[in-house]
């Protein structure tokens, strides 16, 4: 399957602290991104990492793709409380950079 | 700001009933999709779609049909609405990608429908 999975399914820390959220998928791809969702809302494109691509930074955010090991992280640095939500990863085809699929998520809470 | 807009957040609908999910986006994508998002499942693509009048079945196109007659409009249709249709519909649309070239989606709000 070319879904990816995340891991932890969830993940609490106090504000201040950094979070890793890290995702796991079995075909090759051309990209992976990553995705934020507010509770009951739709999702939030965060960054996208091509496959030729090992980091990249946005901010806070820190994205590594290692694509012989078939994963990713994302590290948010510095949480704040409003950064509670669940994330993401979707893996985007080799052979359709359109075509994308997206894992379960992991939900993050970050206590003020 | 671009949008991409679900017609409804929320709707219910009777056991056998024909539902239409209504999506637009203002930003000229060619590429438009419908998940269903499900506890623990996370986000399973149903149809999409890279130009009008094209139409590509997703995972879980069973029980879906999709209409998209206009550029910026891409419809869901349960044929005949059951139980287990009831989730969290996600449209979502990017550019199409030429050569060398990827996008992010832009997701509308969802709508959340309860089949009774």
């Known amino acids: 399957s070319q879904q990816g999975e995340e891991d932890p399914q969830a993940l609490s820390i106090q504000e201040g602290e950094n979070a890793t959220m890290n995702c796991s998928y079995k075909t090759s791809i051309n990209n992976l991104q990553w995705y934020r969702q507010n509770s009951g809302r739709g999702l939030v494109h965060l960054i996208l990492?091509?496959?030729?691509?090992r980091e990249k930074h946005s901010g806070r955010l820190r994205v590594t793709l290692d694509t012989s090991k078939k994963s990713s992280s994302l590290l948010i640095t510095a949480s704040r409380a409003a950064d509670t939500a669940s994330y993401f990863c979707a893996t985007a085809s080799k052979y359709n950079n359109n075509d994308m699929r997206f894992g379960a998520g992991t939900r993050l809470t970050v206590k003020p | 700001d671009v949008k991409v807009t679900q017609s409804s957040r929320y709707l219910v609908k009777r056991t056998g009933e024909k539902v239409f999910l209504e999506c637009v986006q203002d930003m000229d994508h060619e590429n438009m999709f419908w998940y269903r998002q499900d506890p623990g499942l996370g986000l399973r693509l149903i149809y999409f779609s890279y130009d009008v009048k094209m139409k590509e079945k997703g995972d879980i196109p069973e029980g879906y049909s999709v209409s998209r007659e206009k550029k910026e409009r891409f419809s869901l249709i349960l044929e005949s609405a059951s139980t287990n249709q009831t989730s969290m519909y996600l449209c979502?649309?990017?550019?199409?990608?030429?050569?060398?070239?990827?996008?992010?989606?832009?997701f509308g709000s969802g709508t959340r429908l309860t089949v009774v």
């Open positions: 979502a649309s990017s550019l199409g990608g030429g050569t060398g070239k990827v996008y992010g989606y832009t």
């Open positions: 990492i091509r496959s030729n691509e």
